[in-house]
């Protein structure tokens, strides 16, 4: 059975990091602008005589854009998924066009919508369901872009390979929550560092259980 430390995870993706801090930074930079995008189009709140502010009526340019930005948000997520395992595997050899794999697009959007159903009915049972199957899914995105893996499979293999290591993730994810929150206060700036790193550790934890 393989050990997964937190530790471990961190130490890596910041070791990882300050090596070619710049590319990391650059896809993330270049991702949020990608994913803002569509919210130039969208129609914004006006504000009226009185200084009330009006919001946008529903429209069909409205929906329209959301949809858009709804798709892009999931392919960012997926080039951003796909360009940390690889980041993760050489990070000397991984360059910006690594965010482009539109190859398991659907398979990404299908895996996606099936998670956060499962992981939200788990909340509405109870908290503790909820956080359990956020732990168990973690890996579904990265087995769906590593192996091929349709939505329903990675689902069960994700499961299977964080079976024992539950509260492993669990401290890991608390752990990189609280770096970016430190991200954060750091005038945001930070954030360009702790999200470049919150995602190597994730792709460390899943290559060392999946390994």
Same mark, same amino acid.
């Given at each position: 059975?393989?050990?997964?430390?937190? +530790? *471990?995870?961190? /130490?890596?993706? @910041?070791?990882?990091?300050?090596? /070619? &801090?710049?590319?990391?930074?650059?896809?993330?930079?270049?991702?949020?602008?990608?994913?803002?995008? &569509?919210?130039?189009?969208? !129609? %914004? &709140?006006?504000?009226?005589? *009185?200084?009330?502010?009006?919001?946008? !009526? =529903?429209?069909? @340019? +409205?929906?329209? =854009?959301?949809? #858009?930005?709804?798709?892009?948000?999931?392919? =960012?997520?997926?080039?951003?998924?796909?360009?940390?395992?690889?980041?993760? *595997?050489?990070?000397?050899?991984?360059?910006?066009?690594? $965010?482009?794999?539109?190859?398991?697009?659907?398979?990404?959007?299908?895996?996606?919508?099936?998670?956060?159903?499962?992981?939200?009915?788990?909340?509405?049972?109870?908290?503790?369901?909820?956080?359990?199957?956020?732990?168990?899914?973690?890996? #579904?995105? %990265?087995?769906?872009?590593? /192996?091929?893996?349709? !939505?329903?499979?990675?689902?069960?293999?994700? @499961?299977? #390979?964080?079976?024992?290591?539950? @509260?492993?993730?669990?401290?890991?994810?608390?752990?990189?929550?609280?770096?970016?929150?430190? +991200?954060?206060?750091?005038? =945001?700036?930070? $954030?360009?560092?702790?999200? &470049?790193?919150?995602?190597?550790?994730?792709?460390?934890? %899943? /290559?060392?259980?999946?390994?």
């Amino acid at each position: 059975m393989h050990t997964l430390s937190v +530790g *471990d995870c961190l /130490r890596f993706a @910041w070791d990882t990091f300050k090596q /070619r &801090p710049w590319i990391l930074i650059g896809a993330l930079l270049l991702s949020m602008i990608i994913a803002g995008l &569509p919210q130039v189009f969208a !129609p %914004y &709140p006006t504000v009226g005589p *009185d200084g009330q502010i009006i919001p946008a !009526p =529903v429209s069909t @340019w +409205g929906t329209i =854009v959301s949809l #858009v930005s709804l798709f892009v948000s999931i392919g =960012v997520s997926l080039g951003l998924t796909t360009f940390s395992l690889r980041a993760h *595997d050489n990070i000397q050899a991984v360059q910006i066009t690594d $965010l482009w794999n539109p190859g398991p697009f659907w398979r990404f959007l299908g895996a996606h919508i099936l998670t956060v159903i499962a992981i939200a009915l788990g909340f509405i049972a109870l908290i503790v369901p909820g956080v359990i199957l956020a732990m168990g899914l973690m890996f #579904v995105p %990265y087995l769906v872009i590593d /192996r091929g893996s349709g !939505p329903i499979e990675a689902m069960k293999e994700s @499961w299977r #390979v964080t079976k024992g290591h539950k @509260w492993q993730l669990f401290l890991l994810f608390l752990a990189l929550i609280g770096l970016n929150i430190l +991200g954060a206060i750091a005038l =945001v700036v930070g $954030l360009f560092v702790s999200v &470049p790193v919150t995602m190597l550790a994730a792709a460390h934890a %899943y /290559r060392t259980l999946t390994s």
